[in-house]
């Protein structure tokens, strides 16, 4: 049974608020965004909660989930104090680590051609 992408929606969203409820009255010393996403997982797992009902909300939260980003970064980056607090340690150490995740992720990816092409063979 495929569901309206609104309703869907609207079972993402009652998850987020289950786990923001569960939060509350418990004071799990986690978002409540987290146990939502925790608890929709294992309603998956278990199949309580079928892929086809959240399905249409989900792959469009999902597309476009980079636009959610963007405004708090630039507003993080323009923001005056930001510059206040990052130093040259912060600074070199996101740098690191990026390329160090880049050459990782490159390796990675050229070991698993290289297998692929020996399996085809």
Known sequence: MKLNWLFQFII?????FLGHMIVSIFSVPLPGAIV???LLFIGLLTRLVNIKWIEKASSFQLKHLTLLFIPPIAGLFLSSSFLDILQWNILIILIVSSICCL???AFTVEWYEKLKRRRAK
Not at 12 to 16: D, V
């Open 36 to 38: 939502g996403m925790i």
């Open 12 to 16: 993402l969203i009652g998850f987020l």
């Open 103 to 105: 050459l990782g992720t």
